[in-house]
């Protein structure tokens, strides 16, 4: 059943009763205009005048209305109320598509880390949603054969969507372990943490990085003073006592990283009540937590591309291998007298931004050592610095080193993933994933 025939049934109590036109009278009816007097109609023209459906049972001519030549149809009375339910209805059928139902205002926001935005109606899926995949280079500085920076991909994406208030859960004492399961995932950025509390008390935050690892140097500490990292606690936490009554703290998250509020109180939640963290350095009136997740699996590790969460397809535009010393290699020497290999095994396109390399630097001109396209498309080495001065050469530097590009697809694939559904909150919105890219959403803005 079509998500309007869905309505109609329930507006209706079914398809094709209640006598007269029936279906038809269904059909245009939802269609048919106002009454205009500066219009003509011909017989079996259908119009709306004075809340009620008429069908015209002979021609009439330009002028008032007059009612002689029109007759009310069967079921005008139920379309009528059809018109005024229709909000009300996208709710009750839940999953059908809201913005197949009736046309609404709808706002983009686009390439950013977390959206904020403020939607017009309750548990109604977000039109669009999509989330960029970039790939994570570990490491600092240029990758060379001494300075490995690891590449590594996405075996999957989370996406969370709350309300102003971020916080998952409350404040927990402080001899729980430190795991990501009893913390929540947030984006780098500045938060503001409020709670009221009826006892003296510490209070800190733990900060474990994307594998849980947690993070206890300084450059971690998310608190301006007073806070230092307590290695019983596993959080950067209060210096002293604090005492009881209502708190703010203003939170610096220098990456993405997973964190959890914690107090010295030695009971679940630490005496924390109106826990509220918001993004932004200054609180916000308390509003309880109302978030959902949903985790997408890829099926397989993925570095760059497009995932649309709504219709489950992932557009993959950059591959991942190993560069192996049984390809044919050619040399060569460039101008500048940089010697050169590439390979007829990869055929890469002309967006040098999407290629990386963990031990060869990305490069745009001839030079003595780094990674880059050739002129005929193919996957290209200059290898000066490397000492090679033959193929031979940097076929054993292979065999001797695990060099490993994530190069741009000449032909990106696509792969079909179960589809997803993310409903807004009535009012104020916060969307973000665990991916480094970006992320776009269309929602319904009244």
């Not at 005929?376 to 090679?388: E, I, P, S």
Request: with cysteine.
């Amino acid at each position: 059943m079509k998500p309007k025939d869905l309505a109609l049934t329930i507006a209706l109590g079914g398809a094709g009763g209640g006598g007269g036109g029936g279906d038809e009278d269904i059909t245009k009816g939802t269609m048919a205009p106002n009454f205009s007097a500066e219009t003509a109609y011909t017989a079996g023209d259908y119009v709306w005048h004075s809340g009620k459906l008429y069908r015209f049972t002979a021609d009439h001519a330009a002028g008032s209305w007059d009612g002689t030549d029109a007759e009310e149809a069967p079921l005008s009375a139920g379309i009528g109320d059809l018109k005024s339910e229709i909000n009300d209805l996208q709710t009750e059928v839940g999953t059908v598509d809201s913005y197949a139902l009736a046309s609404f205002p709808q706002e983009t926001i686009s390439n950013e880390a977390v959206a904020t935005f403020t939607d017009g109606a309750d548990n109604i899926p977000v039109k669009a949603l999509t989330i960029d995949i970039t790939p994570v280079q570990s490491g600092s500085g240029d990758p060379s054969p001494d300075n490995e920076c690891p590449i590594s991909g996405w075996d999957g994406v989370t996406v969370w969507r709350t309300g102003k208030n971020l916080l998952v859960l409350p404040a927990v004492y402080f001899t729980i372990d430190a795991t990501i399961a009893n913390c929540f995932f947030v984006k780098a950025g500045t938060y503001t943490l409020s709670y009221s509390c009826a006892e003296t008390h510490r209070s800190g935050t733990r900060i474990l990085d994307k594998s849980g690892n947690i993070l206890s140097d300084s450059a971690h500490n998310p608190y301006a003073s007073g806070f230092v990292y307590n290695s019983s606690a596993k959080a950067y936490y209060a210096g002293s006592n604090r005492t009881a009554g209502n708190k703010t703290d203003v939170l610096t998250i220098v990456e993405d990283c997973y964190i959890r509020i914690v107090s010295n109180q030695n009971a679940e939640g630490g005496g924390f009540t109106d826990a509220m963290l918001n993004i932004g350095s200054t609180a916000e009136p308390y509003v309880p937590y109302n978030g959902t997740s949903i985790s997408i699996s890829f099926g397989s590790t993925l570095y760059s591309g497009t995932l649309d969460v709504l219709t489950g397809v992932v557009t993959v535009d950059v591959g991942y291998t190993k560069l192996l010393s049984s390809w044919t290699w050619h040399y060569g020497t460039a101008t500048g007298g940089f010697p050169f290999c590439y390979t007829t095994n990869i055929t890469i396109p002309n967006e040098l931004d999407k290629l990386r390399c963990n031990c060869l630097k990305t490069v745009t001109q001839n030079g003595p050592i780094g990674i880059t396209r050739s002129g005929m498309g193919y996957l290209q080495a200059f290898v000066k610095d490397l000492g090679c001065e033959s193929a031979d050469d940097f076929k054993a530097f292979l065999n001797a080193n695990d060099v490993y590009v994530a190069y741009p697809l000449a032909t990106p694939l696509t792969i079909q993933l179960t589809p997803e559904q993310v409903s807004s909150l009535a009012g104020e919105n916060v969307m973000w994933s665990n991916m480094n890219g970006d992320l776009t959403v269309t929602y319904r803005s009244s």
